[in-house]
C-alpha cells in the first residue's frame, strides 16, 4: 500500500499509520480485550508530529481477509462503525480498546488506516474459550 505525502517541515513526507503495541499475537477470553495505540511515521521510520490526523483501525478474518462485522468492538463500537482517533500534536493518536465478546476459531488481524494510505504493523488476535 503506498503511502501519500503530507507537508512535514518544509516537505511533503510519505506518511505511515504504525501500530504501537508490544504484542504481535494475542490469544484471550472473550471480554477481553487489547490496547493499541497508533503513531504517524515518515518513510524512514521518523515519528511525524502532527495533529488532527485521524486514524482507525480494520479488522479482518485471517484466512478469508474478509471483514469481521460485528464481532470486534474498538472502544465499544464493531470496528466497521467505529469512530476515527484523532493525532494529538505529537503524531500519536488515542489509545484503542479492542475486545469482542464472541468465541472465535479464526483469528483476525487488525491493522490500522488513515486518509493517507499507509500502514505499517498488524496485531492478530484470537477470542476463544
Known sequence: ???????????????????????????????????????????????????????????????????????????GKPVAKAPAAVTGANGRAAVFTVTSDTSMTEPVVITPSTSYGGSAGSVTCLWHG
Open 1 to 75: 500500500m503506498s503511502s501519500a505525502p503530507i507537508a512535514h517541515g518544509l516537505h511533503p513526507v510519505a506518511v505511515k499509520a504504525v501500530l504501537l503495541t508490544e504484542l504481535s499475537n494475542a490469544n484471550l477470553a472473550p471480554g477481553k480485550h487489547v490496547r493499541i495505540t497508533v503513531q504517524l511515521r515518515d518513510s524512514v521510520g521518523n515519528d511525524i508530529h502532527r495533529a488532527g490526523i485521524p486514524v482507525r483501525l480494520k479488522a479482518a478474518w485471517i484466512a478469508s481477509k474478509s471483514q469481521v462485522g460485528q464481532a470486534v468492538l474498538v472502544n
